[in-house]
């Protein structure tokens, strides 16, 4: 079990640039979810999917904040254009769709904007 | 809003010593997770409780559920180096139990 694959690790960019987030989903889980960490407001739910459709996405902050998943496979969160602010590690996390399954998190991505 | 107050935030201590940590809120959840993280990783999950006075075990760790099912605690006994890392509860809503509500965390420091 590979488990949920993030890309990339680190990522460092300046502000207004568009920064892509993708997130590979362990085999046969039906949801996945965005969340962001910081030390001020902790780990937040962004959006999540259900079998490829969005849900939720009232946690996403602006519409600068889009986020994608065209198959059971890989989803990708963007940010467009970047802000400081936006700085943060970035986990998606998938679960089997069924009574009380836990989520399994990547190992998150961390996002410098300068 | 349903918010997840954890205390104390941040706890250092000796190899050996007990501690328990608090997850409190004014909302009722329809079950509570507990998560630990360690550095450059994503949560792990410990354990799910359901049922309002639920006490589950898990080695030197003891978590109960809050009769009300307004909060919950966990419990370390003994506690080893490997136990340091970020505790976070979790709490699902009765709406959608997937969409879990995290807690602000406690950062446990357990020196040998």
């Known amino acids: 079990d590979a488990g949920v694959i993030q890309s990339p690790r680190h990522e460092v960019t300046e502000m207004g640039q568009e920064v892509t987030l993708r997130c590979k989903p362990i085999?046969?889980?039906?949801?996945l979810f965005w969340y962001r960490q910081t030390m001020m407001r902790g780990l937040e739910l962004l959006i999540y999917?259900?079998?490829?459709?969005?849900?939720?996405d009232s946690g996403m902050p602006e519409d600068r904040f889009s986020a994608k998943m065209p198959n059971a496979s890989f989803s990708t969160l963007k940010i467009q254009p970047s802000e400081p602010r936006d700085s943060a590690v970035y986990f998606c996390a998938s679960s089997i769709h069924q009574g009380r399954s836990p989520l399994h998190f990547g190992n998150g991505t961390r996002l410098t904007v300068t | 809003t349903q918010l997840l107050e954890q205390s104390p935030q941040f706890l250092s201590i000796q190899e050996g010593e007990n501690l328990t940590v608090y997850c409190n809120s004014s909302?009722?959840?329809?079950?509570l997770q507990w998560y630990r993280q360690e550095p450059g990783e994503g949560p792990v999950l410990l354990v799910t409780v359901v049922t309002g006075g639920e006490v589950k075990k898990l080695k030197r760790l003891t978590f109960q559920f809050g009769d009300a099912r307004k909060d919950s605690s966990l419990h370390i006994t003994a506690a080893q180096p490997g136990d340091t890392g970020l505790y976070l509860c979790?709490?699902?809503?009765?709406?959608?139990?997937?969409?879990?509500?995290f807690g602000t965390g406690t950062r446990l420091l357990v020196s040998p």
């Open positions: 085999s046969g889980h039906n949801s």
């Open positions: 999917f259900n079998n490829n459709v969005p849900i939720d």
């Open positions: 909302s009722v959840f329809s079950s």
């Open positions: 979790a709490g699902g809503s009765s709406t959608g139990f997937q969409k879990l509500v």
